[in-house]
């Protein structure tokens, strides 16, 4: 069976068509799986707390646990992801608005330290930077940037994944706003 000349751009459309509709339904499919796996992993989120990382300011190593008398924010972000930094700048807006005395801890993923500082000096954001490329590969994090929320003494309180905008991020200024 021969296709006449006169169908084969609209069948290849067609089917250029269903490919991308079935590319993007199994490709948000798994994110979503992903993200799901990732929660059910963590569980309670305790062993993330306990977590050593190293701080790009003066090279000592910080858990998120040394902060336990207060709000914990940990971010898995980049300098190479436009929503990571979007995010930064949310939550450095969120803190100063709420005025709350929380602890956010940048967790720079496969970065430069380079890119890294400069961008904190641009912004004039101060947050506690780490690297974190060693526990986001092993936690298997699913996406950048991706937020954990813990409550004072450690009690984990949600967790994001992605940055599309301020609404995304609500329960963090809701909880810091109480």
Not at 3 to 21: E, S
Not at 148 to 167: A, C, I, M, Q
Request: proline residues 3%.
């Amino acid at each position: 069976m021969r296709l006449d000349q006169k169908y084969f751009i609209p069948f290849m459309l067609g089917v250029a068509i269903i490919c991308i509709i079935m590319i993007t339904f199994f490709n948000l499919r798994f994110m979503g799986s992903q993200q799901q796996k990732f929660v059910e992993r963590i569980g309670d989120g305790s062993e993330i707390y306990a977590l050593q990382f190293t701080s790009y300011e003066t090279g000592q190593s910080l858990s998120p646990s040394d902060f336990s008398d207060m709000p914990v924010v940990l971010l898995f972000w980049a300098t190479w992801s436009g929503r990571s930094l979007d995010a930064i700048n949310y939550l450095s807006r969120v803190r100063a608005e709420t005025g709350t005395d929380v602890m956010v801890i940048a967790i720079a993923v496969k970065d430069n330290r380079e890119f890294i500082e400069e961008f904190f000096e641009l912004e004039n954001i101060r947050f506690e930077v780490v690297d974190g490329t060693e526990h986001y590969n092993e936690i298997r994090i699913p996406g950048l940037p991706s937020l954990l929320l813990y409550e004072p003494g450690g009690r984990l309180h949600g967790v994001k994944f992605g940055f599309s905008g301020t609404e995304d991020y609500a329960f963090v200024r809701n909880y810091l706003s109480k």
